[in-house]
């Protein structure tokens, strides 16, 4: 069974930093890019960021490029998202989700599993 735990989100004031966690379990994580994704209060999902199963290649919303960071650890079947710089807009659940041989995608369907969210809260 396929499991993806978020961790990491809380209130932060806004300019502050955050480093959310996923963990990923049942799935041979080095075949899996791994993205991030947000959800707003009465929005869509958005892509945030993904990174390739090797580390090598990312991708980033045009509105956190320069401030949020997405790496892993395939010894550890952990991806990271390292927020700097928050904004209140940057207020979201924030989910993980899994690719298999994917290439970075920042299209929702493509993704074969997600986690249950973390909430990430950035006050003004």
């Known amino acids: 069974q396929v499991q993806l735990v978020e961790s990491g989100g809380r209130l932060v004031q806004a300019g502050g930093s955050l480093r959310l966690s996923c963990a990923a379990s049942?799935?041979?994580?080095?075949?899996?890019?791994m993205g991030w994704f947000r959800q707003a209060p009465g929005k869509e999902r958005e892509f945030a960021a993904a990174i390739d199963w090797r580390g090598r290649s990312t991708s980033y919303l045009d509105s956190v490029k320069g401030r949020f960071t997405i790496s892993r650890d395939n010894a550890k079947n952990t991806v990271y998202l390292q927020m700097n710089s928050l904004k209140p807009e940057d207020t979201a659940v924030y989910y993980c989700?899994?690719?298999?041989?994917?290439?970075?995608?920042?299209?929702?369907?493509?993704?074969?599993?997600w986690g249950q969210g973390t909430q990430v809260t950035v006050a003004s």
């Open positions: 049942g799935l041979t994580f080095t075949m899996y890019s």
């Open positions: 989700a899994a690719d298999k041989w994917g290439t970075i995608a920042s299209v929702i369907n493509v993704y074969d599993y």
